[in-house]
């Protein structure tokens, strides 16, 4: 498949692809890896089978229409195992294509275990062969982060314009460990990402970062939920929309801190930009607290380009056109920056630009 070879992977040491829902071997090529790590499909993965059932469709909110639908209907899945103690340096990029030239339905899966001690860099990247069709991916993935594991995850969503997209991320945090989700989210007629993270023991770190840029008659709908359980969790989440023409962006964070979840410290904010006037955003963070002592807080900003800051970088000689373009990338910096993949971090920052 050329098409995938035009894609700016050129650094990437781990590449995993699949096409459709099935794993590409002849695309994937995967570096040095420490023993006992696995990065591949189900098949690759036969050895381990007895313990992914333990995994496998085993977090909560399974029972959820389209992740039920998934598991009812995936074929292949793309596996990653870290075990105890291992470190993997170089990032593990999974490339889902879309190929299909006629109408296709597609259910890509991924299973993460990082074991307990062990740290992981994974890129998840849903993209499409550039053909002509319309198609629906409804993806679900779920991470298993153990204890005093770390896990870096960017999940890129860049399907074209006439597609439809339901992705799942689910994740389960144990005693000590450390998650941060970069989501960003810029392709597909129709988007939706449920992004839910479950602090299940005590001292565990959150941190998500989400970027949405649509245009023309694109829809994106962003819901996220932390659940925390115990004690002395932390999270921080800053999630910003950029919406051009007639586009319909929506952000829903959901922060949850029962009882049992004293010294709870969570931070939230929705920051949004409009570029035309019937561009649109909902937003609405949310903290739902019966915990008597932590330290939350949560706001939400709409806003338009600032005509004072386009005149000075015209002042400055940068013409209009160049001077708005400036702003908007600068707007986005901030998330753009966390993807651990140069090659693509330059990509997506010259396509937001252009946006």
């Given at each position: 498949m050329s098409?995938?070879?035009?894609l700016p992977l050129a650094d990437v040491e781990n590449l995993l692809v699949f096409v459709e829902r099935w794993h590409a071997p002849g695309l994937s090529r995967l570096g040095e890896l420490p023993e006992g790590v696995v990065v591949g499909s189900l098949a690759q993965a036969n050895l381990l089978q007895s313990q992914l059932t333990n995994y496998l469709a085993k977090q909560s909110g399974a029972e959820e229409v389209f992740t039920t639908l998934n598991t009812a209907s995936f074929t292949d899945a793309a596996i990653i195992w870290i075990p105890r103690n291992q470190s993997v340096e170089a990032p593990i990029y999974l490339l889902?294509?879309?190929a299909g030239t006629e109408a296709t339905f597609s259910n890509p899966r991924c299973l993460v275990i990082a074991g307990s001690g062990s740290s992981l860099t994974l890129v998840e990247d849903y993209a499409d062969s550039h053909l002509n069709g319309t198609y629906f991916t409804n993806s679900v993935t779920e991470i298993w982060v153990g204890e005093n594991a770390q896990v870096n995850h960017t999940r890129i969503q860049r399907d074209r314009d006439t597609a439809f997209h339901i992705g799942k991320t689910v994740v389960s945090q144990a005693q000590d460990s450390r998650y941060t989700c970069n989501a960003i989210s810029l392709g597909a007629r129709l988007s939706r990402h449920n992004l839910e993270v479950y602090q299940t023991e005590e001292n565990t770190q959150?941190?998500?970062?989400?970027?949405t840029v649509i245009a023309g008659e694109q829809a994106a709908d962003t819901h996220s939920a932390i659940a925390y359980t115990r004690p002395h969790?932390?999270?921080h989440q800053i999630h910003k929309c950029i919406v051009d023409e007639r586009a319909q962006a929506i952000f829903n964070g959901k922060v949850f801190v029962p009882k049992a979840a004293q010294f709870t410290d969570a931070r939230q904010l929705s920051k949004n930009l409009l570029l035309s006037p019937k561009a649109?955003?909902?937003t609405k963070p949310q903290l739902e607290i019966t915990a008597d002592n932590v330290k939350c807080a949560h706001g939400a900003t709409v806003s338009q380009l600032d005509s004072d800051e386009v005149f000075y970088l015209q002042s400055r000689g940068i013409n209009e056109d160049s001077a708005r373009k400036l702003l908007v990338y600068a707007f986005a910096h901030e998330v753009i920056n966390q993807i651990p993949v140069a090659s693509l971090q330059q990509a997506l920052s010259r396509q937001v630009a252009i946006e």
């Open positions: 098409e995938i070879e035009k889902s294509i879309s959150t941190t998500l970062n989400g970027l969790g932390t999270s649109r955003v909902d």
